[in-house]
């Protein structure tokens, strides 16, 4: 089925809200049956394979039903009844709105669910207006996140409470109001606008600038990885913490992905853990999370925090760093930004 909406500019949004590689292929629907002896009475709208991953998806020019996340769902069990040796496959529908009951459903099923804009002018380049000053940086961010915790306050205070000099303070405040981020009423400050602050952090620090590695693993599902992950790394002695998706559901029990594990790691101990984690040659082909590492720019080891047995990044780290990440974890980052003041 083709869509209007199969632009290049809505494929290139599937696959950064995706994450996908820049090594991702689109795969021709012909050339996959043909490659795996296999005809499906459904035919989806696209099909992404990174590295041994397949992603198939299922373009919607409005509302998603309960039709279309039916017919995913038997496409999936469909390639699975095929063989054992099909690669790991993700159903994904991409749609400009869905019903919260559909969402909620898709969920349950696995079916990841990606909300085209129904205008893809990139917002980022409209709205964020780069500054000298940035707002990312470890002083500036301070100010920013805790701004956002206590929703109005004066600058003082915000000075105070993040041990950052007023001069400092005043300077990032003044740069937020000069985007239209923030605004003042009288001596007391407020964010105005979440949308162009976190489009902001993507323009400034986006998380892929900071990606060192993607490691095919030997566990199948996320959380338990993560955990064991942690155990065995804390054992080691090695500095480490999970962050993007895997602290973020943490912080909001939002459901995230089950593919994969994000956590930051020193350079000088990626070999140790490709060492320990990583799948054997004879293994990539079964259905394996990565681990997506990142080198950190700061200190983001100090102030980490434990949940269900998993070393997490602090909840600024984790909404800076989920900001980073650009549409591929909005809704994740809005999710966190609603339940930061709690956090």
Do not use: C
């Amino acid at each position: 089925m083709i869509l209007t909406e199969q632009s290049p500019e809505v494929v290139a949004f599937i696959r950064e809200a995706l994450d996908l590689s820049p090594k991702a292929e689109n795969v021709d629907i012909e050339d996959l049956y043909n490659l795996f002896s296999l005809e499906l009475p459904l035919q989806p709208d696209l099909v992404f394979r990174d590295y041994e991953r397949l992603y198939v998806v299922e373009v919607k020019s409005k509302v998603a039903s309960i039709d279309t996340i039916a017919r995913m769902q038997l496409l999936r069990e469909l390639w699975h009844r095929r063989g054992l040796d099909r690669p790991p496959v993700e159903m994904v529908i991409a749609a400009k709105t869905i019903r919260p009951r559909e969402e909620q459903l898709a969920r349950e099923l696995d079916i990841r669910v990606i909300k085209i804009p129904w205008t893809l002018t990139p917002p980022i380049k409209n709205d964020f207006r780069p500054s000298k000053s940035k707002i990312t940086t470890d002083k500036s961010w301070k100010i920013v996140s805790r701004l956002l915790k206590e929703k109005s306050t004066s600058i003082r205070q915000l000075a105070l409470q993040e041990n950052v000099s007023y001069g400092w303070a005043h300077k990032t405040v003044e740069t937020l109001m000069n985007q239209n981020i923030a605004k003042k009423n009288d001596s007391y400050v407020q964010i105005s606008d979440v949308k162009k602050l976190l489009n902001g952090i993507a323009w400034e620090r986006p998380m892929k600038n900071l990606n060192i590695a993607e490691i095919p693993m030997q566990f199948g599902d996320s959380i338990p990885a993560a955990r064991d992950i942690t155990y065995m790394l804390s054992d080691q002695k090695v500095s480490f913490a999970f962050t993007g998706y895997t602290a973020g559901g943490l912080y909001t029990g939002y459901a995230v992905r089950q593919d994969a594990v994000y956590l930051y790691l020193d350079k000088k101990n990626l070999d140790l853990f490709v060492e320990i984690f990583k799948a054997p040659p004879d293994e990539l082909n079964r259905n394996r999370i990565r681990a997506w590492i990142y080198a950190p720019d700061r200190d983001v080891f100090t102030d980490t925090q434990q949940k269900e047995g998993i070393t997490i990044v602090s909840p600024p780290q984790t909404l800076l760093d989920l900001a980073g990440f650009g549409y591929s974890a909005m809704d994740l980052t809005k999710a966190m930004v609603d339940r930061y003041d709690t956090l």
